[in-house]
């Protein structure tokens, strides 16, 4: 069973920049998707960028352009660059990981329940 660990978030200024990190530990399946979604109080989770094993990746509307995922495959991290980051960003942000589906349905699958493993979150706070 895969366990995972996000860090790297805080409060930043919009138009600020901040790199997330999801550290993956225990077994990983051969073929996965992984992918990081997020949730601001009272309303719900929102995936946000989604990358399966294929090597294609997958955004979001409200964060294309602005956001790229990544792997350290050798480190088993997984990564979220955020640049020109808005207050609607603010959020708790969630890594995710589960058998491969294509990177555009991991999309809104990993924020279902039983999709695979998520950590416990990371706050990310922008301000105007």
């Known amino acids: 069973q895969v366990q995972l660990e996000e860090s790297g978030g805080g409060s930043v200024q919009a138009g600020g920049s901040l790199r997330l990190s999801c550290e993956a530990s225990?077994?990983?399946?051969?073929?996965?998707?992984v992918g990081w979604f997020r949730q601001a109080p009272g309303k719900k989770r929102e995936g946000i960028a989604a990358l399966d094993s294929d090597g294609d990746t997958a955004y979001a509307q409200a964060v294309k352009g602005r956001f790229t995922i990544s792997q350290d495959n050798a480190k088993n991290i997984l990564y979220l660059q955020m640049n020109s980051l808005k207050p609607e960003d603010t959020a708790r942000y969630f890594c995710?990981?589960?058998?491969?589906?294509?990177?555009?349905?991991?999309?809104?699958?990993?924020?279902?329940?039983?999709?695979?493993?998520w950590g416990q979150g990371t706050q990310v706070t922008v301000s105007s």
């Open positions: 995710a990981s589960g058998p491969y589906v294509p990177a555009h349905q991991a999309l809104g699958l990993m924020t279902m329940q039983g999709f695979g493993a």
């Open positions: 225990g077994s990983k399946y051969s073929t996965y998707s």
